[in-house]
């Protein structure tokens, strides 16, 4: 059964339709590729697929539920920006994660900030922007989720960041599951995929696997992306 299924998924605010008549399934143990150019509604269908918003019409179901409070402790999401409390220190958000979360991995946790050398006891607020990050980024692939959604993980950080960030996707996430990564930044992210999907207006443009789609037209993904979205 697909992690995430979505049928004629559509969703509108006001004038503006973010989502057209999306079909599109995700199966458990891949890493896909959201992407498409800004405003595509790449961070409209992972806050459907997250319950934080409803669809206009269609349907998307997660691990065959409609999004609620069920499929909420099969998901593991990571907002565009940066929300945690800057008054916690990393070693406080452990403890709200395990409290909070019954697959939150503490142990997996405290080897990937160990291995970021920072200190736990330091309050949010007193770390740069780049550590911030990462912390949030921690706290999310430490749970033992069946979908992890990274909305623009790599967007706005360095490369060394980057490289980083997807190490610790890669690493660190269940093998049973699936993630689902949305990004503009195809030439950094391509290397980790197994699918991909382009969103162009709201709509799936080309759906196939990263191999697939590189043995078929014979270029990267990242080349197949700028030919589709070339001005």
Same mark, same amino acid.
């Given at each position: 059964?697909?992690i995430?299924k979505?049928?004629g998924l559509t969703k509108s605010?006001g004038?503006?339709? @973010?989502l057209e008549a999306v079909?599109?399934?995700v199966?458990?143990?891949r890493?896909?590729g959201?992407?498409?150019?800004n405003g *595509?509604?790449?961070?409209?269908? #992972?806050? =459907?697929a997250n319950?934080l918003l409803a669809?206009?019409?269609?349907?998307?179901?997660v691990?065959?539920?409609k999004?609620g409070?069920e499929t909420?402790?099969?998901i593991?999401f990571l907002?565009e920006?940066q929300?945690?409390?800057d008054?916690m220190? !990393?070693?406080d958000?452990?403890g709200?994660y !395990?409290d909070?979360?019954?697959d939150f991995?503490?142990a997996? !946790?405290e080897?990937?900030?160990?291995?970021? $050398? =920072?200190?736990t006891?330091?309050? =949010?607020?007193?770390?740069?922007?780049?550590?911030r990050?990462?912390?949030q980024?921690i706290?999310?692939?430490?749970?033992?989720a069946?979908l992890?959604?990274?909305?623009?993980? #790599?967007g706005?950080?360095?490369?060394? @960041?980057r490289?980083y960030?997807l190490e610790?996707? #890669?690493?660190?996430y269940?093998p $049973? @599951?699936?993630?689902?990564?949305s990004?503009?930044?195809i030439?950094?992210?391509?290397?980790? =995929?197994d699918d991909?999907v382009?969103?162009?207006?709201g709509?799936?443009?080309? !759906? *196939?696997?990263a191999?697939d789609?590189?043995?078929r037209?014979g270029k *990267?993904?990242?080349?197949v992306?700028? $030919?589709?979205?070339?001005?």
């Amino acid at each position: 059964m697909a992690i995430l299924k979505c049928s004629g998924l559509t969703k509108s605010f006001g004038r503006v339709t @973010a989502l057209e008549a999306v079909d599109l399934e995700v199966e458990s143990g891949r890493i896909v590729g959201l992407l498409g150019p800004n405003g *595509s509604g790449k961070t409209t269908l #992972i806050k =459907l697929a997250n319950g934080l918003l409803a669809p206009g019409s269609g349907e998307i179901l997660v691990g065959g539920k409609k999004p609620g409070t069920e499929t909420k402790k099969l998901i593991s999401f990571l907002p565009e920006r940066q929300c945690l409390p800057d008054w916690m220190s !990393a070693r406080d958000l452990m403890g709200f994660y !395990a409290d909070f979360y019954d697959d939150f991995d503490r142990a997996a !946790a405290e080897e990937m900030l160990k291995r970021l $050398e =920072l200190d736990t006891g330091k309050k =949010l607020k007193h770390l740069s922007k780049g550590s911030r990050e990462k912390v949030q980024l921690i706290m999310v692939m430490a749970r033992r989720a069946k979908l992890y959604l990274l909305d623009e993980p #790599i967007g706005g950080v360095d490369p060394a @960041a980057r490289d980083y960030i997807l190490e610790t996707i #890669i690493s660190n996430y269940n093998p $049973e @599951a699936s993630v689902i990564i949305s990004t503009h930044l195809i030439a950094d992210v391509e290397r980790v =995929l197994d699918d991909v999907v382009f969103l162009n207006k709201g709509r799936v443009a080309l !759906a *196939s696997s990263a191999d697939d789609l590189r043995e078929r037209h014979g270029k *990267s993904v990242d080349m197949v992306f700028r $030919e589709v979205f070339k001005c």
